[in-house]
């Protein structure tokens, strides 16, 4: 059977797409090893307090370079009469930005992502997508050059601005491209390359590699290096064949692409469920966001899209990696750092498993796998923080609860959501629906990354109760609500969800046990 044959072309072609996942993942990690070294450079720009002794002598121990002139210089500058020194809460407030405007950018560009690869094709959007990475990594790569604080929020901004985009792109290209065999392993490589792109960041930012005084800024601008690779690549891959087909109604051209993608003569298959596919789409008019929500026929699937997302993001994972190194520390080990790297190793090590496994067990056998497993980690790690001090072993419970926790998120709730969506919308509203649920979940991660601290503060210890309570209630939807679309092609699954938006005028009963029977089978 020709369609599940994996290609050179198909390979190289998911490969380079994965790219810019990976530097996706590169930019969410590669900020938080030298933090301290940035907020200490912060201060060096800005004018460091005279009896903070320990951010001085942290910066000589660790720079060749000279101290500020006005720690010694009698004679002030003109910024030093304004503001002698820089407030910690000025500090705090220029680090926060450095996080932050990551996240914002990638909300504003999740919109565009899909309306970019619509008018421009899938490969030219990626392309153009990479000047934003370029000056992205720029503007932090020299950084410390100028106002180091101006350059990097602004730089990190650029750069949330092209993993927005990122984010729609890369798995509507890969699942685009894929066979419908494959198309659940290949979508769930988007996650493996981010969570391999966050593991290398943790890695290079050691102190005695990228982190330190001396080196940091070409550790932030290193995500340049993807960007320059993924571009030269680009122009070597086969465009979309959905999108020649579909959008463009260009058969010769997809037929072409698709040979390349399938090594084979034979694409009859792939042809036959493109038109049946377009005959779909050619019915339906244009697909805005407001219409996914207003026409009965998508809200069901976008509801159960954006659920999936906000899963994904509030099932406490970032709390997982806030909360590791101090645990870590608890439990005696003296280098707490490599324990977080060991983390985001196990974290890789999983989500290459889910590749493998995301065809045999099925997405939303694994989902519900793992965030059942998710829960029970959670309750340990709370009963772990809670008894802390009275048993002091109980920090080796948290720690094991810690790995379990990512794994069991890198088995389901890590990778499936992004290719799943892919699969639950049509030609026709999938560009739009791409896009709100990648602005869902550069939405949801920007609130984590805002209240997490503040959520943390006020529930101490028992903070991953809570988190086990959204991870039991997110379990509970899924169950009900997901339906499986395992080997399903995209024809089937929306006629799948059209049944169920048809059956909504039957009695309460007969739609509960019309839609489990229809979700059970796996």
């Known amino acids: 059977m020709t369609e599940d044959k994996v290609t050179r072309t198909l390979v190289f072609s998911v490969f380079t797409a994965v790219l810019g996942s990976f530097q996706f993942g590169y930019d969410i990690g590669m900020i938080n090893a030298p933090q301290q070294v940035i907020i200490t450079h912060y201060r060096h720009v800005l004018g460091?307090?005279?009896?903070?002794?320990?951010?001085i002598n942290s910066y000589a121990i660790n720079s060749t370079e000279e101290l500020p002139t006005s720690l010694g210089d009698p004679t002030p500058t003109p910024w030093a009469e304004e503001e002698p020194v820089a407030s910690a809460s000025l500090i705090t407030m220029l680090w926060s930005l450095s996080v932050s405007s990551f996240p914002v950018g990638g909300m504003i560009a999740s919109f565009f992502g899909g309306l970019l690869g619509d008018q421009l094709g899938r490969i030219k959007a990626m392309l153009v997508a990479n000047i934003f990475s370029l000056v992205g990594a720029l503007l932090m790569g020299f950084s410390k050059l100028g106002p180091s604080h101006i350059l990097i929020i602004s730089g990190?901004?650029?750069?949330?601005?092209y993993c927005g985009l990122i984010s729609g792109l890369v798995p509507m290209y890969i699942g685009e491209i894929a066979p419908t065999t494959l198309r659940g392993a290949i979508g769930?490589?988007?996650?493996?390359?981010?969570?391999?792109?966050?593991?290398?960041?943790?890695?290079?930012?050691?102190d005695f590699i990228l982190g330190n005084h001396e080196l940091w800024h070409i550790l932030l601008g290193l995500s340049a290096v993807p960007a320059v690779l993924q571009s030269l690549l680009l122009f070597f891959c086969p465009e979309s064949p959905r999108y020649l087909y579909i959008k463009l109604d260009e058969e010769a051209k997809?037929?072409?692409?698709?040979?390349?993608?399938?090594?084979?003569?034979?694409?009859t298959n792939d042809i036959t469920e493109m038109r049946k596919e377009r005959e779909e789409a050619s019915s339906e008019k244009k697909v805005s966001i407001i219409q996914?929500?207003?026409?009965?026929?998508y809200r069901q699937p976008i509801l159960v899209s954006l659920m999936l997302h906000m899963a994904q993001q509030f099932s406490g994972i970032n709390g997982i990696f806030y909360y590791s190194t101090s645990i870590f520390q608890t439990a005696g080990i003296s280098q707490p750092v490599y324990a977080t790297i060991g983390v985001g190793a196990v974290n890789t090590v999983f989500t290459a498993l889910s590749v493998f496994l995301v065809e045999k067990a099925g997405r939303r056998s694994l989902f519900l796998i793992g965030m059942s497993g998710m829960f029970v980690c959670a309750i340990f790690m709370s009963v772990g923080l809670v008894l802390l001090n009275k048993l002091p072993w109980m920090s080796y419970v948290s720690m094991t609860a810690i790995f379990l926790f990512v794994s069991f998120f890198e088995i389901g709730p890590g990778p499936i959501p992004w290719f799943m969506v892919a699969e639950f919308f049509s030609q026709g509203p999938r560009p739009a629906a791409l896009a709100m649920a990648a602005f869902s979940n550069w939405t949801c991660n920007f609130i984590i990354?805002?209240?997490?601290?503040?959520?943390?503060?006020?529930?101490?210890?028992?903070?991953?109760?809570?988190?086990?309570?959204?991870?039991?209630?997110?379990?509970?939807?899924?169950?009900?609500?997901?339906?499986?679309?395992?080997?399903?092609?995209?024809?089937?699954?929306?006629?799948?969800?059209?049944?169920?938006?048809?059956?909504?005028?039957?009695?309460?009963?007969?739609?509960?046990?019309?839609?489990?029977?229809?979700?059970?089978?796996?």
């Open 292 to 297: 996914l929500f207003t026409n009965s026929s």
């Open 254 to 267: 997809a037929k072409k692409s698709l040979k390349r993608l399938r090594g084979s003569d034979d694409v």
């Open 449 to 522: 990354a805002l209240c997490f601290q503040y959520i943390a503060d006020f529930c101490g210890p028992y903070v991953f109760f809570l988190f086990a309570g959204v991870v039991l209630a997110f379990t509970l939807f899924t169950f009900f609500k997901v339906p499986e679309t395992k080997g399903k092609s995209f024809e089937e699954i929306a006629a799948e969800f059209r049944r169920k938006s048809a059956s909504t005028k039957a009695p309460k009963a007969a739609v509960e046990m019309e839609f489990l029977g229809a979700t059970e089978t796996v």
């Open 48 to 55: 460091v307090p005279l009896d903070d002794r320990k951010a």
């Open 188 to 206: 769930a490589l988007h996650q493996l390359a981010i969570v391999t792109g966050i593991l290398i960041s943790q890695i290079v930012g050691l």
């Open 156 to 161: 990190r901004g650029i750069s949330g601005l």
